[in-house]
T-cell receptor, first 114, second 115 residues
Framework: KAGVTQTPRYLIKTRGQQVTLSCSPISGHRSVSWYQQTPGQGLQFLFEYFSETQRNKGNFPGRFSGRQFSNSRSEMNVSTLELGDSALYLC?????????????FGPGTRLTVL | AQKITQTQPGMFVQEKEAVTLDCTYDTSDPSYGLFWYKQPSSGEMIFLIYQGSYDQQNATEGRYSLNFQKARKSANLVISASQLGDSAMYFCAMREHGSQGNLIFGKGTKLSVKP
């Protein structure tokens, strides 16, 4: 069974641009979560999607948005990029929501904002 | 207040020895899950082991075991017979049932295995 895939793996953008990251969950998984990892803040939750609906959102500005498609694939978008958005963005999938469902992560997209 | 605390920023262990990575957590939700992940320098988060709050026995997965002490709110990871490939960052995380979704991570412990 294929794992979680994320594209692209690396991105370089400049301030003010926007970016879209893609995540394909494990087959059969319906929940997709996004996390941002930076050296200063560590791993922080962005949002979770389940059945094409955003179910939970972390404490990030509205420049960060996402969506989920009917095949459970998810995209996240960051508009008006800032230098501080440079980070590793990790996507995780699980069968369903809830505390007892294991989350499996993809390899991440490393975004650099210049 | 931090919900997940990993007090060891870095640790060294000799190859073939066992090592314990500490994790304490804080929650008022009676239903929660505790997870450990390994993150090599490549960046991918690798799931290692899971412990549910209602599980009676400590979880084990191959060389990994979780020392779950509910009353003390601790969930330490034990790696037996360390290998050079175990050198990585290790993150403890919690997922509260009430929150429905997100994992809350600790700051991580960098483990270095010496030959």
């Amino acid at each position: 069974k294929a794992g979680v895939t994320q594209t692209p793996r690396y991105l370089i953008k400049t301030r003010g641009q926007q970016v879209t990251l893609s995540c394909s969950p494990i087959s059969g998984h319906r929940s997709v979560s996004w996390y941002q990892q930076t050296p200063g803040q560590g791993l922080q939750f962005l949002f979770e999607y389940f059945s094409e609906t955003q179910r939970n959102k972390g404490n990030f500005p509205g420049r960060f948005s996402g969506r989920q498609f009917s095949n459970s694939r998810s995209e996240m978008n960051v508009s008006t990029l800032e230098l501080g958005d440079s980070a590793l963005y990790l996507c995780a999938s699980s069968l369903a929501q809830g505390g007892h469902n294991e989350q499996f992560f993809g390899p991440g997209t490393r975004l650099t904002v210049l | 207040a931090q919900k997940i605390t990993q007090t060891q920023p870095g640790m060294f262990v000799q190859e073939k020895e066992a090592v314990t990575l500490d994790c304490t957590y804080d929650t008022s939700d009676p239903s929660y899950g505790l997870f450990w992940y390994k993150q090599p320098s490549s960046g991918e988060m690798i799931f290692l082991i899971y412990q549910g709050s209602y599980d009676q026995q400590n979880a084990t997965e191959g060389r990994y075991s979780l020392n779950f002490q509910k009353a003390r709110k601790s969930a330490n990871l034990v790696i037996s017979a360390s290998q050079l490939g175990d050198s990585a960052m290790y993150f403890c995380a919690m997922r509260e049932h009430g929150s429905q979704g997100n994992l809350i991570f600790g700051k991580g412990t960098k483990l270095s295995v010496k030959p």
